[in-house]
């Protein structure tokens, strides 16, 4: 079966540092992966999607950057953090569609990020 | 883009009560999902439904394709049921969310 997992869970980083989270995903290939963030409130915010290695789309010009360096593997990266970057990131996965694409997307467990 | 409107924003139930929540979309779409979001911050699938009715012990969910809209159905509401219920559709690669309805349910 196929899973999802990032790291890390938690995160305090002072301004002005640097980020890496990380994402990969199991028992499937070349899915499609997101990169969402949640700031205090409800709304779901997606930062960046890739269809395939080194395809990155981004849907919100902005502090970070995502890099997809093997199939299932997704990272999200800043060089400088700002404090705006404080939220709860997620990544997802669906199915590509030289697979059996459904579009069905599962999350990861969320990595919470504080920027003092 | 997609939007998608869910409704109500808020809601706050006895234990026991039941409840509808609703989501609209403004145009056609490839599939659908139902998303549970708990005190966590995990985001749990429950239901992939681009039409049709689905039953999962005591939530249902409903999608009208052709109008646009779907609706979530929870019955005999529980703490447990406490969090955002969030609306997902995907016209193509890219998902669009609603705002989300956070439900509290007290005991």
């Known amino acids: 079966s196929q899973t999802i997992h990032q790291w890390p869970a938690t995160l305090v980083q002072p301004v002005g540092s640097p980020l890496s989270l990380e994402c990969t995903v199991e028992?499937?290939?070349?899915?499609?992966l997101y990169w969402y963030r949640q700031a205090a409130g409800r709304g779901l915010q997606l930062l960046f999607y890739s269809v395939g290695i080194g395809q990155i789309s981004s849907e919100v010009p902005q502090n970070l950057s995502a890099s997809r360096p093997q199939d299932r593997q997704f990272i999200l990266s800043s060089k400088k953090l700002l404090l705006s970057d404080s939220g709860f990131y997620l990544c997802?996965?669906?199915?590509?569609?030289?697979?059996?694409?459904?579009?069905?997307?599962?999350f990861g467990e969320g990595s919470r990020l504080t920027v003092l | 883009g997609i939007q998608v409107e869910q409704s109500p924003p808020d809601l706050i139930l006895q234990e026991g009560a039941n409840s509808t929540l609703r989501c609209n979309f403004s145009d056609s779409v490839n599939n659908l999902q139902w998303f549970h979001q708990n005190p966590w911050g995990q985001l749990i699938n429950l239901f992939y439904i681009p039409s049709g009715t689905k039953q999962n012990g005591r939530l249902s969910a409903t999608t009208v394709a052709t109008e646009r809209y779907s609706l979530l159905y929870i019955s005999s509401s529980q703490t447990t049921d406490s969090g955002v219920y969030f609306c997902a559709v995907i016209g193509s690669y890219i998902p669009t969310f609603g705002r989300g309805t956070s439900l509290i349910v007290h005991p």
């Open positions: 997802a996965w669906s199915a590509g569609r030289t697979g059996s694409y459904t579009g069905e997307l599962f």
């Open positions: 028992g499937t290939s070349n899915p499609n």
